[in-house]
């Protein structure tokens, strides 16, 4: 494209913007949209409250292992070309989601679907960018935001009401019309531009170690709950082959001329200490929409849809305070300030979550959410900032790679671990309590008294019954406490950041 057609931007402007918001909210969806719906794909899909959270990991682990490949296919086959084949794969591995029928399948499709659809996002940026004239890209990145942000809001309420009324099967289904229409305009309106007549080569085997070593450390994060950990001689070799992968993909990240991922980046400080500070967002992003449905439909008794729009203020919280945090930063408030409030107030809202029970009302809910969302859409803007305030402008498109692709690590192994925590601790406080339920116990016939049993079969159910909910949360609060303190590390990650 010519500099003059650059300055003015594209004459379809608006049909791009529309295609492109398409498929990043599509992307963006599947995320969130899945969440509402675990506990009920656990019993059609013959899954736990662990298993099933294989859905949400191993999509985001593929986004992970695909995203640094975006910019070497591009400069190959041009960005025209590339989004319309990741749409075209994207519908396929939703309507494949859909028809799964056991948990191997939905974790394969939606491996699948993570990987053919990591380039959405990036892609559609870049599309984003060159179709608007250089004086208004500042609401082209804006919209973009915007779009990113409407999957933690609608994404809930949405899964939340498909549920409900149809199936689980139809938050995969829902992609098809968004699917289509952002492809017919994708290949109406959108120019092929990107393409390399000299593209970089694509470093292969350091793709391949990262895969071995990103996959072996999150197959050991799912199975180690189920497989008591190290007692586990399984559990004991995916150990080693994460740790020898990812040793070897540094390795050949350090080695190489044209690495995957450029490592030798992360000497700059401010880069590395952001990027793992965006890697505990993520953490505490993700962790939280794992929590939430399944304390809310499995021991609150809600409806998938009464759970999603109680989850959804948390999106609204986070989209205000981004929108927020951008004009501060445009006056040229201290990126660092934002941070700190952001913490504050993410940390203040996951507190107020340690006092849930089992008999709270909604607005126990909604509020403590709202507020965590205000703090986490505080952070991730200015942590950005942050993080690039010593990078040059040429280094920038690959430490961005870092960033995001540690975002998205932070999300799938916190997702990981945050389940791991509730089963644990769950199991734990279930022996615990469960061992004062014995005919010895005096305390015993006073309780069956008061609820009007008596010792037999019935009484034992319930005691049963009873005993589960208090233990799981037990198990729910464990893990609120994990990103209470995940929110506190950031802080230590951000005074240890340059000042200037």
């Given at each position: 494209?010519?500099?003059?057609?650059?300055?003015?931007?594209?004459?379809?402007?608006?049909?791009?913007?529309?295609?492109?918001?398409?498929?990043?909210?599509?992307?963006?969806?599947?995320?969130?949209?899945?969440?509402?719906?675990?506990?009920?794909?656990?019993?059609?899909?013959?899954?736990?409250?662990?298993?099933?959270?294989?859905?949400?990991?191993?999509?985001?682990?593929?986004?992970?292992?695909?995203?640094?490949?975006?910019?070497?296919?591009?400069?190959?086959?041009?960005?025209?070309?590339?989004?319309?084949?990741?749409?075209?794969?994207?519908?396929?591995?939703?309507?494949?989601?859909?028809?799964?029928?056991?948990?191997?399948?939905?974790?394969?499709?939606?491996?699948?679907?993570?990987?053919?659809?990591?380039?959405?996002?990036?892609?559609?940026?870049?599309?984003?960018?060159?179709?608007?004239?250089?004086?208004?890209?500042?609401?082209?990145?804006?919209?973009?935001?915007?779009?990113?942000?409407?999957?933690?809001?609608?994404?809930?309420?949405?899964?939340?009401?498909?549920?409900?009324?149809?199936?689980?099967?139809?938050?995969?289904?829902?992609?098809?019309?968004?699917?289509?229409?952002?492809?017919?305009?994708l290949l109406i309106y959108v120019p092929a531009f990107g393409k390399s007549d000299s593209p970089r080569p694509i470093d292969w085997l350091g793709f391949l170690w990262m895969t071995i070593g990103l996959g072996a450390l999150q197959m050991m994060l799912s199975l180690g709950d189920q497989d008591d950990w190290f007692s586990s001689d399984f559990i004991i070799i995916l150990l080693l082959f994460a740790g020898v992968g990812i040793f070897?993909?540094?390795?050949?990240?350090?080695?190489?001329?044209?690495?995957?991922?450029?490592?030798?980046?992360?000497?700059?400080?401010?880069?590395?200490?952001?990027?793992?500070?965006?890697?505990?967002?993520?953490?505490?992003?993700?962790?939280?929409?794992?929590?939430?449905?399944?304390?809310?439909?499995?021991?609150?008794?809600?409806?998938?849809?009464?759970?999603?729009?109680?989850?959804?203020?948390?999106?609204?919280?986070?989209?205000?305070?981004?929108?927020?945090?951008?004009?501060?930063?445009?006056?040229?408030?201290?990126?660092?300030?934002?941070i700190m409030s952001g913490i504050f107030l993410g940390a203040t809202g996951t507190w107020l979550s340690l006092l849930y029970n089992l008999q709270i009302s909604p607005a126990w809910v909604i509020w403590p959410g709202v507020i965590r969302g205000l703090g986490l859409g505080m952070i991730s803007i200015p942590l950005f900032t942050l993080a690039f305030t010593t990078l040059s402008k040429a280094e920038t498109p690959e430490g961005s790679?870092?960033?995001?692709?540690?975002?998205?690590?932070?999300?799938?192994?916190?997702?990981?671990?945050?389940?791991?925590?509730?089963?644990?601790?769950?199991?734990?406080?279930?022996?615990?309590?469960?061992?004062?339920?014995?005919?010895?116990?005096?305390?015993?016939?006073?309780?069956?008294?008061?609820?009007?049993?008596?010792?037999?079969?019935?009484?034992?159910?319930?005691?049963?019954?009873?005993?589960?909910?208090?233990?799981?949360?037990?198990?729910?609060?464990?893990?609120?406490?994990?990103?209470?303190?995940?929110?506190?590390?950031?802080?230590?990650?951000?005074?240890?950041?340059?000042?200037?």
């Amino acid at each position: 494209m010519s500099t003059d057609s650059a300055s003015s931007g594209n004459p379809h402007v608006l049909a791009i913007t529309i295609a492109v918001m398409a498929c990043i909210v599509m992307n963006v969806l599947d995320i969130t949209i899945v969440n509402v719906a675990l506990p009920h794909m656990e019993g059609s899909l013959h899954a736990n409250a662990n298993q099933i959270t294989w859905a949400l990991t191993t999509y985001m682990l593929a986004m992970v292992i695909v995203t640094p490949l975006t910019g070497l296919l591009v400069e190959r086959f041009g960005q025209r070309q590339l989004i319309l084949w990741s749409v075209a794969g994207f519908l396929l591995c939703s309507i494949m989601s859909g028809q799964s029928h056991s948990l191997t399948e939905i974790v394969f499709w939606r491996f699948m679907q993570g990987a053919l659809g990591a380039s959405l996002v990036p892609v559609g940026q870049a599309i984003l960018v060159e179709a608007y004239p250089r004086e208004r890209r500042g609401i082209a990145m804006a919209t973009l935001g915007m779009g990113t942000m409407l999957g933690p809001i609608v994404g809930p309420v949405l899964g939340g009401y498909l549920t409900e009324q149809l199936s689980w099967r139809w938050c995969f289904y829902v992609n098809i019309p968004i699917g289509i229409i952002a492809f017919s305009m994708l290949l109406i309106y959108v120019p092929a531009f990107g393409k390399s007549d000299s593209p970089r080569p694509i470093d292969w085997l350091g793709f391949l170690w990262m895969t071995i070593g990103l996959g072996a450390l999150q197959m050991m994060l799912s199975l180690g709950d189920q497989d008591d950990w190290f007692s586990s001689d399984f559990i004991i070799i995916l150990l080693l082959f994460a740790g020898v992968g990812i040793f070897l993909f540094v390795i050949r990240s350090l080695s190489t001329p044209h690495p995957l991922v450029n490592l030798r980046l992360l000497k700059d400080r401010s880069l590395t200490l952001g990027s793992a500070g965006i890697g505990l967002f993520g953490l505490a992003l993700y962790g939280t929409m794992v929590i939430l449905p399944i304390y809310l439909q499995d021991y609150m008794g809600y409806e998938p849809q009464t759970a999603g729009l109680v989850m959804a203020p948390q999106g609204i919280g986070s989209w205000i305070s981004m929108w927020v945090a951008g004009h501060l930063l445009n006056r040229g408030f201290n990126p660092r300030l934002m941070i700190m409030s952001g913490i504050f107030l993410g940390a203040t809202g996951t507190w107020l979550s340690l006092l849930y029970n089992l008999q709270i009302s909604p607005a126990w809910v909604i509020w403590p959410g709202v507020i965590r969302g205000l703090g986490l859409g505080m952070i991730s803007i200015p942590l950005f900032t942050l993080a690039f305030t010593t990078l040059s402008k040429a280094e920038t498109p690959e430490g961005s790679g870092i960033f995001n692709l540690m975002r998205n690590l932070g999300g799938s192994v916190g997702i990981a671990i945050i389940s791991t925590i509730m089963t644990e601790e769950a199991q734990e406080a279930w022996n615990q309590m469960g061992g004062h339920i014995n005919p010895f116990n005096r305390a015993l016939p006073q309780y069956l008294d008061a609820a009007g049993l008596t010792q037999g079969k019935l009484a034992w159910q319930v005691l049963g019954k009873v005993l589960v909910q208090h233990a799981a949360m037990r198990g729910i609060l464990d893990a609120f406490t994990f990103l209470f303190w995940s929110f506190l590390a950031v802080m230590i990650i951000v005074l240890l950041m340059k000042k200037k």
